[in-house]
């Protein structure tokens, strides 16, 4: 079918109030972010929908990334006929013949807004149904749950047809909860916590820890590699690689081991606290969940987030792995992220974490460090770098969007 254009609901946004309008505009910037490849598109974004003309692009390539854009409930291709009833009536004849394989239901659903069009939506529906029965004489009308919803929308400028909607990504335009740094390891669960918290808008920067060379150029590139799995959904992700290896030797070296894990990961949260507030962020997230680990109890929790109050977000906090696991292969995170590359914290790693660390040892042990000293050093060995996505993932998933 050779579309004209492309029909988007925005879900959520319509309950957003006096912030409709910014929500709006994040949202078709974001769709020009994502669609950039497509020169000919046009956008145009009303207070109820945004219409993107095809202009000759390709829907079957356009549909998938847009698939991915979120603040997006449905879209709907839609062909523009001339806003005449005979045009119609043929297109609509036309599609019917196209689709129907001899055992749909069907119904008309008609929207009018242009209010000087000869028929109203009743009458327009009684219309085209008729113009549908005459070519598929044996076709059931259904008005609830139809296999086939054929819209008819007669606007000022034009009519559109359109027959399908398609699930959009569904939560909030990336950018309008502003900015927050994701932790993110080479793990299944820290990408799924950015990707979490980028459905509800936020905008995340990537910080990953390294500590060559007992962690290896591979293991970093996984990281880089994860990350780009993220960009789809907005375009590109900033990624801050940071150098561990001094803190962790010092910690290994200064502190009993029972205390590694807590000690380490308190530098850990210090350190992303400073990245962010250079970078202007508001929150940080991570991929904890409670109790999967020993760094990850409410006791351990207490211990290491009392460096810093800034906001922690977790969005995988309360679910099970399998349910996690069941999002990273959504995403698809989850074969990467099991690949068995070393972690900076499974090389550090104590054989007998504190499960329940005592938050007063560990101040007592961290006056050992010259904290300031070592984040200074840490921090003057940021490497930035923008991670943007992979050309072959055009086409990717279109077969299930229908
Ligand atoms: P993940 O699957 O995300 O690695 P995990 O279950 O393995 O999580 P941990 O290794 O204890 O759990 O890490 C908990 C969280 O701490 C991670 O989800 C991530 O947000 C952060 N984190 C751990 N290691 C790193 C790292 N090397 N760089 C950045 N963040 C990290
Ligand atoms: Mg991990």
């Not at 076709?139 to 819209?151: E, F, G, S, T, V």
């Not at 910690?251 to 350190?271: A, D, N, V």
Request: hydrophobic share 35%; net charge negative; aromatic share 6%.
């Amino acid at each position: 079918m050779q579309y004209t254009e492309i029909m988007v609901r925005y879900g959520e946004l319509s309950t957003k109030g006096k912030n409709r309008r910014s929500f709006i505009m994040q949202l078709a910037q974001n769709v020009r972010g994502a669609l950039v490849e497509f020169p000919n598109l046009k956008i145009h974004a009303d207070r109820d929908r945004m219409h993107i003309l095809l202009n000759g692009e390709d829907s079957s390539l356009v549909l998938p990334k847009l698939k991915k854009v979120f603040g997006i409930q449905t879209f709907s291709p839609s062909i523009q006929v001339e806003k005449k009833l005979e045009a119609l009536k043929q297109m609509t004849q036309q599609i019917m013949e196209e689709i129907y394989t001899g055992k749909e239901t069907f119904k008309i659903t008609a929207k009018r807004s242009d209010h000087d069009f000869e028929l109203d939506s009743h009458g327009l529906q009684q219309y085209l149904g008729d113009a549908v029965m005459d070519v598929c004489p044996e076709i059931q009308a259904q008005m609830k749950h139809p296999d086939i919803n054929l819209r008819v929308e007669i606007r000022r400028d034009s009519a559109y047809l359109s027959y399908e909607t398609i699930k959009g990504a569904g939560g909030l335009p990336v950018g309008t909860s502003g900015k927050g740094m994701l932790m993110l390891s080479g793990g299944i669960d820290s990408p799924v916590a950015g990707y979490l918290a980028m459905k509800r808008g936020v905008e995340i920067e990537a910080v990953h820890f390294a500590s060559p060379p007992y962690t290896s150029e591979q293991a970093l590139q996984k990281a880089k590699d994860l990350t780009e799995k993220l960009t789809p959904y907005v375009g590109g992700i900033q990624f801050i690689e940071v150098p561990f290896t001094e803190i962790q030797e010092e910690i290994k070296k200064h502190s009993p081991q029972g205390y590694w894990m807590t000690l380490t990961r308190r530098m850990m949260l210090r350190l992303t606290d400073a990245i962010r507030e250079r970078r202007h962020g508001l929150v940080i997230i991570n991929g904890e969940s409670l109790g999967q680990v020993a760094s990850q109890t409410l006791h351990s929790m207490v211990a290491i987030n009392e460096v810093t109050t800034t906001p922690i977000i977790r969005p995988v906090v309360t679910m099970d792995k399998t349910e996690i696991i069941e999002l990273a292969e959504k995403i698809d995170t989850f074969e990467l992220a099991i690949q068995p590359f070393e972690d900076c914290c499974t090389i550090f790693a104590p054989p007998q974490p504190k499960t329940r660390p005592n938050l007063e040892k560990v101040l007592e042990l961290e006056e050992r460090f010259d904290i300031e000293g070592m984040m200074a050093r840490c921090l003057a060995g940021l490497k930035v770098e923008e991670i943007t996505p992979q050309q072959s993932e055009k086409t990717e998933e279109f077969a299930d969007l229908l």
